[in-house]
Nanobody, 126 residues
Framework: QVQLVESGGGSVQSGGSLRLSCAAS????????VGWFRQAPGKEREFVAA????????HYADSVKGRFTISRDNAKNTVYLQMNSLKPEDTAVYFC???????????????????WGQGTQVTVFS
């Protein structure tokens, strides 16, 4: 079973930046796609970004395009989410998830993901 651990969350002023990390316990990390999702209080979990196992395919939600960047370092079993120009509406718990279906590139659907981390809180204040 894969364990995913998010880190890097915190509180930041509007316009600031944070970098989230998602570290995997599994040595086959490079074999699966990874997605970032977020959930704000009272709202459904929503897609943020996803990256294919080799980094060749990347998708972003329209709300974060141009501000967030997803990347991965397979040698370190880690996926990153660089978040710039943060807005109060980015406030949420951020989760990373792993998709073991090889034929799927970088799904934007939460249902495609097999394993989830515990989440890390991001709070953006104005």
């Amino acid at each position: 079973q894969v364990q995913l651990v998010e880190s890097g969350g915190g509180s930041v002023q509007s316009g600031g930046s944070l970098r989230l990390s998602c570290a995997a316990s599994d040595r086959t990390f490079s074999s699966y796609a990874v997605g970032w999702f977020r959930q704000a209080p009272g709202k459904e979990r929503e897609f943020v970004a996803a990256i294919r196992r080799n980094g060749g395919v990347i998708h972003y939600a329209d709300s974060v395009k141009g501000r967030f960047t997803i990347s991965r370092d397979n040698a370190k079993n880690t996926v990153y989410l660089q978040m710039n120009s943060l807005k109060p509406e980015d406030t949420a718990v951020y989760f990373c998830a792993a998709d073991f279906t090889v034929s799927r590139a970088a799904s934007q659907s939460a249902g495609a993901y097999d394993y989830w981390g515990q989440g890390t809180q991001v709070t953006v204040f104005s």
